[in-house]
Each structure stands twice: as C-alpha cells, then as structure tokens.
C-alpha cells in the first residue's frame, strides 16, 4: 500500500457504515444497537447510512435491517460466507471499503467483530477505537471515539485525523436498538466481491451453538442475579442460583469474583466484561467500583444488597438493602416461594428495612 493512498484525500470519503451480524435468522443485538447510533452520526453528517451484510441466502434479512433505520443494504451473496471466517469477510469488507469509501465503519465488539475489525485496520491501515461507549462528531468533521481508560476510571477521546475510514467497535447494550419500521423503505445493493478458495483459511466441520449453564445469557436476560466479593466463597453463588432459578434470571459476578477464579470469565459484568441492560439487576455483594458500573448502570431498575451501608453502589440504587446477604437472600427465597404458593407470580418482595 502506497503513502498516497494512505493519506488520500478526506473529501473522497463519505458515509456511515454498519457491519450487521446475523444470528438464528434474525439480527444480532448489537447489530441493530448500532444501527440507531449509526443513523444519528449519518444525519449529524448529512450522509447515507449504509449496513454491510455478507452472507449467503441473506436478502429477506437485509431487507428487514432497513426498518431499523437504514438508507440502504450492501449485500454480498456467496456461498463461502456462509459462516463467519477470518480471511473471506476480511476479503469482504476491505475490497468493499477501498471500492465506495466510507468515512465511518462500526462493528459490534463481538468475537467476529473484533477479529474482523483488527485485520481491517491492519489490512486498509487506519485506526480502530475499541469498545467505545459514546461517539461525537467535532468541529472539523472528524469522529470522537470516546471509549474508558484507566480501568474505567476515566474517558479517552480518539481521533483519526489523518486516515479514513475510521473505526470503531461497540459492546452490546452500550446503545439502545431503535423500534423497528416494517413500512420503512430502502436500497438493496449486490455487490460481487472476489473470492477462491485460497480465502477459505478454516473448514467448518460442525457447527453447535454455545449456550451458558441453564441456558439464560446475563446480556438477554430481563432480570440479572450478579455476585461479588462479598460472597465469601464460590460455593455461596448458590444462594443466588436459587434466587435466580425463582425469578426466571441469569447469574453474572464481578471482576473480583471472576479474577478470584469463582466463576468463569463469561458472566463477568463491567468495563472489561459484559454490558447489560436488564429490567432488573440484583446486585449481592458488590462493592461498585467504578469498572463495575460500566457494564451495569444504564439497568431499568437496580436493586443493591450488601452489608456496608457506604459501598457506592447505593449511590446509583433505586432500592438498597442493608443487611448480611446470607440472611437477606434466604428471606427474599422464601417470600418468592410464598408468593408462588399463593398464586401470586410476582416481583421479591422487600424486608421492611429496604429502602
């Protein structure tokens, strides 16, 4: 790659682009999220916004992508990008980007998106920001990647003022999914890109969808049971299965608890982590550091048990409750099963000393 192309000029580039996901026939999450923040930058720019889909068979997908929010859908069909692989949509993306120019390409920060958005800024050679949590535009047109430092103890502000496109990546539930439009129009684009069988860096053998234990992942799930520190020992998060198996929820922990080695590395919420958006997050034991906060703190409703009346996480709690988690959690177990036995599918109900 040339100097020359590297510092091509900023004007030839125009438009945001998402990379779209999908999974089980329908969208991922964090695709359509992005979706809804890709719009307000697109309209902050007065640009198109445009989602990139490779895939095979993906057309009726591309076409409901639009209703969240898209102008148009570039669509590559080959039977080689039938499943995610490195090199093809790698392949993919930096022939698509070098041919129509986007200033803006976002991914999600999922396995694929983070393996596909490091080779790209290594392959186009521009800059990649990632696991950002706001966007902004600046005086001279340029994105403001705002993405934490220091362990979530404060916010970098990442420009790429000199090379294009520029690249970001976001985890789910950093943004909100917009409502989709089933009446809302747009472009489908079929763009042919070139592929051998020299691309195909990795043969499927079988394919077996990873699901966590009980089967509920914290990022989906409406109510979060998280455990921390404070639990003592690892064979005490099954206070909180009990109390999660009651209320239809999913267990997440810590940092400290997962860096403990209590519980694995994929129920870790904050920075570092998972983000969740559940309507209910419980959280037993946990301190609230600052990194915490990160992955939890936009929850509809945020319920703090812990014994330490100071712990910050009362500061953001909508209720509190003050007490030994190992008298709290059996007491908030019996009134569900009380509560149940009484016909009564209901919320936990509160000791009186919640506040």
Known sequence: MTDDHILEDKSHFRGVWVFLEGRAGGLRDVSTQLIGEGRRLADLRGTPLTGILPGNGVDALAERAIGYGLDRVIVVDDPMLEIYRSRPYA?????????????????????????????????????????????????????????????????????????????????????????????????????????????????????????????????????????????????????????????????????????????????????????????????????????????????DKILVINIDPKAPLFEIADYGIVGDLFEVLPELIRQLDALKGGGVAGQPALPAEAR
């Open 91 to 299: 392949q993919v993306m930096a022939q698509l980007i070098r041919r129509q120019k986007p200033e803006i390409v976002l991914f999600g920060a999922s396995k694929n998106g983070r393996d596909l958005g490091g080779r790209l800024h290594a392959i186009l050679e521009t800059g990649l920001a990632a696991d950002c949590v706001k966007f902004d535009i600046d005086a001279e047109g340029n994105l403001d990647m705002i993405r934490p430092s220091f362990g979530g103890k404060s916010l970098a502000h990442i420009l790429c003022k000199k090379h294009r496109p520029q690249m970001a990546s976001v985890r789910r539930n950093v943004f909100v999914a917009p409502p989709h439009n089933p009446d809302r129009r747009g472009e489908i684009v079929h763009e042919q890109v070139e592929l051998s069988e020299q691309d195909l860096d990795a043969k499927l053998l079988e394919f077996d969808e990873f699901t966590k234990e009980g089967g509920l992942r914290p990022e989906e799930a409406d109510i979060v049971v998280s455990g921390g520190y404070g639990l003592g020992d690892p064979k005490n998060f099954q206070l909180l299965q009990d109390l999660a198996d009651r209320l239809g929820a999913a267990i997440a922990a810590s940092r400290k608890a997962v860096d403990s080695g209590w519980v694995p590395k994929t129920l870790q919420v904050g920075q570092t982590g998972m983000t969740v958006r559940p309507k209910l997050y419980i959280a037993v034991g946990i301190s609230g550091a600052v990194q915490h906060l990160a992955g939890m703190q936009e929850s």
